[in-house]
């Protein structure tokens, strides 16, 4: 991969499944809010301004959840034609497994809290464990980041992207998430840049640089919570 090659994620906005969390208990998602909708036109704003700058976007690629893909929606409106955009499905989030359960419920703490306490047990019959998650949403960032060498890539997707992002940029081992992990708003932008170092002993496959993590600025004051300290266990995905 070359130096010049950049990523930038963005979490979906608000989606009805965040409010209200834990009212359903199938893998289908019910799609944004009237607010995370809001949350995507200005986060689309914001992205569009960077496609007259000296680096445009080339592709965007994204989660085939429905609130990341109408997040994308709105943000592909912005960006104008010229785009590539590519559904991963890799990028989706863990699975859950079956119908009826909710590995997220802290009450019965199926999956041990967020970030799991257990990383490597499946919470639910058939769900994919909080390290399976982390190893294959992480997979698909580096396969995205070779296939588009050298280019600037949006990923639009979720809000344990960035933590599988982290586990695999920066090789973290098997239950880092016990100890360290990232709080990434609706529609905030966290950017990667792909380094190669020409000094002796340097890995040949090159180094993974953080730039920026959860830059919510576009958001209104009171929809950027974190900087108010109001993180809560229903936060995720």
């Known amino acids: 991969m070359s130096e010049t090659t950049e990523l930038v994620l963005v979490r979906h906005g608000e989606a009805v499944d965040n409010v209200e969390f834990l009212a359903n208990r199938t893998g289908s998602c019910r799609g944004l809010t009237e607010r995370g909708h809001g949350q995507a036109d200005l986060v689309a704003a914001r992205l569009a301004k960077q496609m007259t700058g000296a680096r445009p976007f080339d592709v965007v690629c994204h989660s085939p959840i429905r609130r990341a893909a109408e997040t994308t929606e709105h943000v592909l409106a912005a960006l104008g034609p010229g ?14 497994g ?21 990383p490597e047990t499946p919470p639910t019959p058939g769900a994919e464990s909080w390290q399976a998650y982390l190893d294959r949403s992480g997979r698909a960032l580096l396969d995205i980041a070779a ?14 992207t960035s933590a599988s992002a982290l586990h695999i940029f920066m090789r973290l081992p098997v239950g880092a998430s016990r100890w360290t992990f990232p709080l990434i708003n609706h529609t905030s932008l966290s950017g990667w840049r792909h380094l190669r170092s020409p000094l002796p002993g340097a890995d040949p496959a090159g180094q993974w640089a953080l ?4 830059d919510d600025t576009h958001l209104p004051e009171p929809d950027r ?13």
């Open 211 to 214: 730039v920026y993590l959860n």
């Open 83 to 96: 785009v590539a955009v590519e559904t991963v499905q890799d990028l989706r989030i863990a699975d859950h």
């Open 98 to 118: 079956e119908d009826g359960q909710h590995p997220w419920d802290v009450q019965t703490n199926l999956i041990g809290t967020i970030p799991p306490l257990d």
């Open 147 to 160: 296939r588009h060498e050298g280019r600037r890539i949006l990923v639009v997707a979720h809000a344990e």
């Open 225 to 237: 919570v974190w900087q108010h300290g109001q993180w809560q266990v229903n936060g995720g995905n």
